[in-house]
């Protein structure tokens, strides 16, 4: 089978597409044919290793798994001695930020991390609806929503920013949400009350002030967005932040009025369930930018690391079933 490798922490255009041999799931695990994966930020942090942390975890001095991805949806056609509630012919999705290798046409994963794509969506739309909407499901649990609060979300044409702005709109709220020009239009059709284009503007120089700042893209700071809070507002950004401050900011501030919460992911049993229902009930439609073919997924990753991306950037595997 062909599958994306990576042997060394690197560039996307050292990435190769190899011939390996299939694997054959263990007792617990299914086997997918992937139809459909994503090149995501998750995806270009697990390829470089950057921020150096991420060697903790996939690696000190080179990556445990050589195939790279993250996320899948595809059809289980093989499942494992032990495996009972999976069958034959299911289509199905996951996600895994650590890797699943997923960016292959198959894979092997542990039943448990294995979800049903709902009825009425395909591979494409399962794919997009993974990796971004996992981390904003992460945003609005963290914090207490409550009618008629202000909420800013900076970063709104990414995949976490499109899918947190949805996840957003199911509240009694305003919604403010930074935007590019070419995508103020999108923006306001997925719930947003007001835009600003931060091409020509910046939010923390405008004298509106917000209950949460909600920094989906790690492009500002807790210092820059202070002044733009209101009294007991909330700071949540999904990047680390220069030095890593925003991982201890929530205890340097605990005791003050303006508080930075850090949005440490939860488990994909709790957030996929959660994306599948919005999925389902038409409340959640992810946004998809652009799909290339697996021999060319280096220049996804290319594309994706630039930080431009709108939504979702697609790499179909399998030819069938894909519309």
Not at 69 to 98: L, P, R, Y
């Amino acid at each position: 089978m062909k599958a994306s490798i990576r042997r060394n922490y690197c560039s996307p255009r050292q990435i190769k597409v190899e011939e390996v041999e299939r694997p054959i799931p263990k007792d617990n695990e299914v086997l997918i044919k992937v139809y459909t994966t994503t090149v995501n930020r998750t995806d270009c942090a697990n390829l470089t290793a950057k921020p150096f942390i991420m060697r903790f975890v996939l690696g000190l001095f080179k990556p445990r798994k050589v195939i790279i991805g993250t996320d899948f949806a595809g059809e289980v056609v093989a499942i494992g001695a032990n495996v009972k509630s999976i069958h034959i012919g299911d289509m199905v999705f996951g996600f895994n930020d650590t890797g699943a290798e997923s960016q292959a046409e198959y894979m092997t994963v542990a039943s448990q991390n294995v979800f049903p794509i709902p009825k009425n969506i395909n591979y494409k739309q399962a794919a997009a609806s993974l990796e971004g909407a996992h981390y904003a499901y992460s945003f609005i649990h963290k914090v207490k929503i409550e009618s008629g609060q202000h909420i800013l979300i900076n970063g709104a044409t990414g995949a976490i920013g499109s899918a947190l702005l949805q996840f957003v709109r199911q509240y009694d709220v305003k919604i403010t949400a930074t935007t590019n020009t070419k995508n103020v239009q999108l923006i306001r059709s997925l719930g947003a009350d007001k835009t600003i284009d931060y091409t020509k503007e910046n939010f923390t120089d405008k004298d509106d002030t917000y209950d949460f700042v909600f920094d989906t893209v790690g492009k500002s700071t807790f210092g820059k967005c202070k002044p733009v809070l209101n009294k007991e507002g909330v700071y949540i950004s999904s990047e680390l932040g220069p030095y890593s401050q925003n991982v201890f900011y929530p205890l340097l501030t605990y005791i003050t009025n303006k508080k930075v919460i850090f949005p440490v992911p939860f488990d994909s049993k709790k957030t996929i369930p959660y994306i599948s229902n919005l999925l389902e009930t038409g409340k959640f439609k992810p946004v998809i930018d652009r799909e290339y073919q697996l021999d060319d997924i280096a220049k996804a990753y290319e594309y994706v690391s630039k930080g431009e991306k709108t939504g979702n950037v697609l790499i179909n595997i399998a030819k069938n079933h894909l519309a």
